[in-house]
Nanobody, 126 residues
Framework: QEQLVESGGGLVQAGGSLRLSCAASGRTFGNSVMGWFRQAPGKEREFVAYISSNGGRTYYADSVKGRFTISRDNAKNTSYLQMNSLKPEDTAVYYC???????????????????WGQGTQVTVSS
């Protein structure tokens, strides 16, 4: 497993931007794929974005496609989620997650990941 710590959440007005970071330790970061999920009050945790171990493959939920960008810096053991054009419906606790993986398979379900951060709150006001 891996230890993950998110940062960068906060309060932003609709149309604004935030960048979340996820610092990883405990496993060779370059052997891990990363996912970002979010959970709004009263709702189930939902997939947001995925990035392969070398950063060459990404995948997004339809609700964030074109607005969010996932990236990673393997030299810094960190994954990022750049969120632009934020909407009130993006309000949620955002979690990063990891698992062993490579460059082929894409993982979009929470149960596929074995390591989770503690979450960071993102609130978008209208």
């Amino acid at each position: 497993q891996e230890q993950l710590v998110e940062s960068g959440g906060g309060l932003v007005q609709a149309g604004g931007s935030l960048r979340l970071s996820c610092a990883a330790s405990g496993r060779t970061f370059g052997n891990s794929v990363m996912g970002w999920f979010r959970q709004a009050p009263g709702k189930e945790r939902e997939f947001v974005a995925y990035i392969s171990s070398n950063g060459g493959r990404t995948y997004y939920a339809d609700s964030v496609k074109g607005r969010f960008t996932i990236s990673r810096d393997n030299a810094k053991n960190t994954s990022y989620l750049q969120m632009n054009s934020l909407k009130p419906e993006d309000t949620a606790v955002y979690y990063c997650a990891s698992r062993r993986g490579g460059t082929i398979a894409i993982f979009t379900t929470a149960r596929a990941y074995d390591s989770w951060g503690q979450g960071t709150q993102v609130t978008v006001s209208s």
